[in-house]
């Protein structure tokens, strides 16, 4: 399928199995399974695997790629992996980015730093690299142009590229609070007085007489009772303290410095016009 604006995303996984469930998942967006592409790299434990540089150059010469992209990839492939690269509509390009851009997916440029530490020179090997590879026509073995010759025409095409970047924001967890409340039981002691009151009978002989008026020979009740204080425990609960865990949200500004790229294009126009010769016509785009 063929789009008037289409874009090309790329990403470079360990495993067959990681790249294939990408690219159901870019299939899923509504990009044409005929439009994604994935290639194998080199595999010591599959005899019948091998990888040709060739090949890989050939395989993606429908495809809009950097040449530097293109030898960071290729060596990828050498040492083993997988690189999808699919082709989709320039409305569903950040989709398409958001769905290979996970942690799947392999950091080819810390690899190719190490790489080229390990004595990887980033260099293409001659007959593959660029646009030799890719068929396209007026480039030499290089990956460049050669000046034309007498009586040539120097049809061509170059590629002008950009760089986009994309800055987003992400919650990362520095630990957490957590509060939780529990039953202790702890003994309480107090002294407490108590007091009893006991009734005594005492009889003592008496020899006295009777005052007058006083009425004698009746019947005569008097009581009086023991007591004795007893302890009473009550208990009540209060809220003597509270605890309350709230969120304080704070903005700090951040200046991120990133370094995107982009072609610039000079054009060297030595022809006579109006009978006068520009030796040096150089118009920057």
């Known amino acids: 399928m063929a789009y008037d604006n289409t874009r090309t995303v790329s990403a470079f996984y360990e495993t067959r199995d990681t790249a294939d469930a990408h690219q ?10 005929s439009d994604i592409q994935i290639v194998e790299g080199a595999d010591e434990s599959v005899p019948d695997r091998q990888y040709e540089e060739k090949g890989f150059f050939e395989s993606i010469g429908d495809f809009f790629m950097g040449d530097e992209d293109k030898q960071v990839y290729n060596e990828g492939l050498k ?6 690269t699919a082709r989709v509509p320039e409305s569903h390009y950040e989709q398409a980015l958001d769905v290979l851009d996970t942690d799947d997916a392999v950091d080819l440029d810390a690899r190719a730093e190490t790489w080229r530490e390990d ?5 293409p090997a001659a007959g593959t690299a660029g646009y030799a590879a890719t068929g396209a026509e007026g480039y030499d073995a290089t ?7 007498d009586g040539d025409l120097a049809d061509g095409t170059i590629e002008v590229m950009e760089e986009n970047i994309r800055i987003g924001k992400r919650d990362v967890s520095h630990g957490r609070v957590r509060v939780r409340s529990y039953v202790v039981e702890d003994q309480v002691s107090e002294d407490v007085t108590l007091r009893s009151d006991h009734v005594e009978i005492e009889r003592r002989p008496v020899d006295r007489a009777v005052e007058p008026g006083t009425a ?3 019947d005569q009740t008097i009581e009086a ?14 809220v003597v303290e ?9 903005t700090d500004t951040e200046t991120v410095t990133e370094t995107v790229r982009h072609t610039e294009v000079e054009i060297e126009d030595d022809r006579d016009r109006d009978g006068v010769t ?4 150089r118009t920057p785009l």
Do not use: H, M
């Open 24 to 33: 159901r998942e870019l299939v899923s967006l509504g990009v044409p399974a």
């Open 79 to 84: 040492r083993g992996g997988y690189l999808l």
């Open 119 to 123: 004595g990887w020179d980033g260099a």
């Open 143 to 149: 990956g460049t142009r050669p000046a034309p010759r």
């Open 216 to 218: 004698t020979f009746q």
């Open 225 to 238: 009772e023991d007591t004795s204080e007893e302890v009473v425990v009550s208990k009540d609960a209060r």
């Open 242 to 250: 509270e605890i309350d865990l709230k969120r304080r949200s704070d």
């Open 278 to 281: 520009r030796n040096d016509d």
